[in-house]
C-alpha cells in the first residue's frame, strides 16, 4: 500500500502554502461571479423595467433629459444594455464582450450628461 501526502515537512509547508493560494483562487472567482451576478441583475431589472414602460414613458423620459431628438425606438433596448453594461463593468466572455460592444456603438459620448433608465435611479453624488 502505498502512502499518499506529503512526508517531509517542506512538503507539508508547500502543501499547505498551495492550499492558501486555492483558496485565493477561488475567493477571486466568487468576486467575479458577484460582479457578473450584480450585472445580470441589473440587466435582467432595467429589461423588465423597459418593457413595462410604454412608449409614450420612454419618449417622456428622453424629452425630461433633454434629448428627445436622440430617441431611436429600434436601438432603445441595446441602448439600455449598453448603459447597464457601463454602470456594471465585469469581466465578460467572449460573445457578451462583442454583443456589449456592439451596443456600445449606439450610446453617444456625451450621454453621461444625462440621466435615462438605470442612470436616472442614482444620486449626483455617485459618480460611476
Not at 440587466?43 to 436622440?70: N, P, Q, S
Not at 457578451?96 to 449606439?106: G, N, P, Q, V
Request: hydrophobic share 35%.
Amino acid at each position: 500500500m502505498e502512502k499518499k501526502g506529503a512526508s517531509s515537512k517542506e512538503a507539508k509547508a508547500t502543501a499547505v502554502a498551495c492550499a492558501g493560494k486555492g483558496q485565493e483562487q477561488r475567493m477571486a472567482i466568487s468576486e467575479i461571479e458577484a460582479q457578473r451576478l450584480a450585472f445580470g441583475k441589473a440587466a435582467h431589472a432595467e429589461a423588465k423595467r423597459y418593457i413595462d414602460m410604454e412608449e409614450k414613458d420612454v419618449v417622456e423620459e428622453y424629452r425630461r433629459a433633454g434629448k428627445l431628438h436622440t430617441y431611436d425606438p429600434d436601438n432603445e433596448g441595446k441602448r439600455r444594455f449598453a448603459r447597464v453594461a457601463k454602470l456594471y463593468p465585469c469581466p465578460w466572455g467572449k460573445k457578451l464582450a462583442a454583443k456589449i460592444e456592439e451596443f456600445m456603438y449606439y450610446l453617444e459620448e456625451y450621454e453621461d450628461d444625462f440621466r435615462i433608465g438605470l442612470y436616472s435611479l442614482i444620486d449626483d453624488e455617485i459618480v460611476c
